[in-house]
């Protein structure tokens, strides 16, 4: 006799299961979503947007409040320890949410051997810790103005290490767009026409700390990469998943240095401006939008950009916060500031539509023969490097 086989039917907790098609929040702690490659590259550059439209708001609140009394430390470990206990929070909800049902990579996936976990520590050491604390070093020795300058160079910096790692090709539009990247950056620095009035021993110590901050935020982007990709062991990591070990080492890193700073100069000096109103509220800022959300968004955009696309990011900071400056404080905007917005556009314009061509080459000759996007008998030049990063 034929037998009819029945599917068993759903349970309780699948029936509680979110749809396939998550909302992008939800799709940013999975790792993965139900995006087209398009939709996907389109979400990435908006994520990346927001994320430099609200650390430029955070420039302007921390002009707002000139006269902070607490020390960088101090901040950088309120900030790392509200990131990461937001971090949780929402890893938490997600779970309850029923998020690991759906094969959640951030549940399923996480570092395997000494080299991603280094490469844990190494995220979680620069973007997070070293380059903000850098960059409050700077502003402190030398000037915002020598701050804007040195990030600027971000993006250069992010392109040598992707190409000397194989991670990108080298090509002219590359070079173009990271040259008017970098001008649209000291442009708009030149535009506010400040000077440093700080001791010349402070302002090379402030612009060493600035070419610190521009490295450790493109370590940040490249040691990343390789952790949000599928290996042989396990499946790509999420960006959720990614952030919240890189925090958890940020605020291993900042506590660890504020209570050496206890044990040298005191707990008076290590807790200074703890009572200031202004520094909570800076510090509650930076940590909830700052370093949970908008490094979570960095990473996530990281998965599906070129780090240099997301390097070049850094430098729409300075247009932005001369407009949101304008709305805000009244402050006029300049020639310069015209210019280097329109530089700023440009650059993105051109090294974005640069790395979506060397990828699209990429993958028509990395495509088996006879399957669409390669052509018959094609060969993989130079045996496939340029496209096998070594990390």
Request: charged share 10%.
């Amino acid at each position: 006799l034929p037998l009819r086989l029945e599917p068993f039917p759903p349970s309780r907790a699948a029936r509680r299961r979110p749809p396939p098609a998550m909302s992008l929040s939800l799709g940013l702690v999975s790792g993965a979503g139900p995006l087209s490659p398009g939709q996907r590259s389109a979400a990435a550059h908006a994520a990346l947007l927001f994320a430099s439209l609200t650390f430029s708001v955070w420039n302007v609140l921390a002009d707002v409040f000139p006269q902070r009394r607490g020390n960088a430390l101090l901040l950088c470990t309120l900030r790392d320890g509200t990131a990461l206990a937001v971090l949780h929070a929402a890893n938490l909800l997600a779970s309850l949410r029923g998020a690991q049902d759906v094969g959640c990579e951030a549940v399923v996936a996480a570092p395997k051997g000494l080299r991603e976990w280094a490469l844990v520590g190494a995220v979680g050491l620069t973007g997070p810790f070293i380059g903000p604390l850098a960059t409050l070093l700077c502003v402190a020795w030398a000037s915002a103005d020598v701050a804007g300058i040195l990030n600027a160079l971000t993006p250069a910096v992010t392109a040598v290490l992707a190409v000397a790692l194989r991670l990108e090709r080298a090509t002219v539009l590359l070079a173009l767009g990271l040259l008017l990247g970098t001008a649209a950056g000291v442009l708009a620095v030149r535009a506010t026409g400040a000077q440093s009035d700080h001791p010349a021993q402070n302002y090379a110590l402030g612009v060493v700390a600035g070419a610190v901050m521009a490295t450790a935020q493109a370590i940040f982007l490249i040691a990343a990469k390789p952790l949000l990709q599928p290996t042989n062991k396990r499946p790509a990591m999420g960006a959720a998943l990614v952030t919240r070990s890189a925090y958890a080492v940020a605020f291993a890193a900042s506590s660890a240095s504020l209570l050496l700073l206890a044990l040298a100069r005191g707990w008076a000096e290590a807790l200074r401006g703890l009572a200031d109103t202004s520094e909570l509220w800076l510090a509650l800022y930076s940590g909830v939008v700052c370093a949970a959300l908008n490094y979570t968004l960095i990473t996530w955009a990281n998965k599906f950009l070129p780090a240099t696309v997301c390097a070049l990011y850094g430098v729409m900071q300075p247009p932005l916060t001369a407009i949101i400056a304008f709305c805000v404080k009244g402050e006029q905007l300049t020639v310069w500031g015209y210019v280097s917005m329109a530089l700023a556009i440009a650059s993105l314009v051109v090294v974005s539509f640069d790395r979506s061509r060397s990828a699209a080459s990429a993958a028509a000759l990395d495509a088996p023969p006879g399957l669409p996007g390669r052509p018959h008998g094609a060969r993989i030049a130079n045996g496939g490097v340029g496209r096998e990063p070594l990390m």
